[in-house]
């Protein structure tokens, strides 16, 4: 089975920081471009971040440049996600996604293929 599993999430201050990890198994990540995703209540699922196979090209969305950073170790076989100086509105279920790739293009977020199930990030005084 091909499967992504999320984890790191959890109750943080605002300030605070995390790093959300996103593990794989049943398949190697090197041939996967991967994006994280997040979805607040009441709102729509957002691309927040994606990298590509070789981790030359990253993105980001607006309201989280300079504070998320994303990377990856194939090695390990899996992709994080470091989120410093965190705000309430980054409150949400966060989602790892990949995406197969031959080529060695620029990340984006459409596409995904296999999805993680979420893991929840509250960032509350």
């Known amino acids: 089975q091909l499967q992504l599993v999320e984890s790191g999430g959890g109750l943080v201050q605002p300030g605070g920081s995390l790093r959300l990890s996103c593990a794989a198994s049943?398949?190697?990540?090197?041939?996967?471009?991967i994006g994280w995703f997040r979805q607040a209540p009441g709102k729509e699922r957002e691309g927040v971040s994606c990298?590509?196979?070789?981790?030359?090209?990253?993105k980001y969305v607006d309201s989280v440049k300079g504070r998320f950073t994303i990377s990856r170790d194939n090695a390990k076989n899996t992709v994080y996600l470091q989120m410093n100086s965190l705000k309430p509105e980054d409150t949400a279920i966060y989602y790892c996604?990949?995406?197969?790739?031959?080529?060695?293009?620029?990340?984006?977020?459409?596409?995904?293929?296999?999805w993680g199930k979420g893991t929840l990030v509250t960032v509350s005084s």
């Open positions: 049943g398949f190697t990540l090197d041939y996967y471009s």
């Open positions: 990298i590509s196979r070789r981790s030359d090209s990253t």
């Open positions: 996604a990949a995406k197969g790739v031959i080529g060695l293009g620029p990340c984006v977020y459409s596409g995904m293929d296999i």
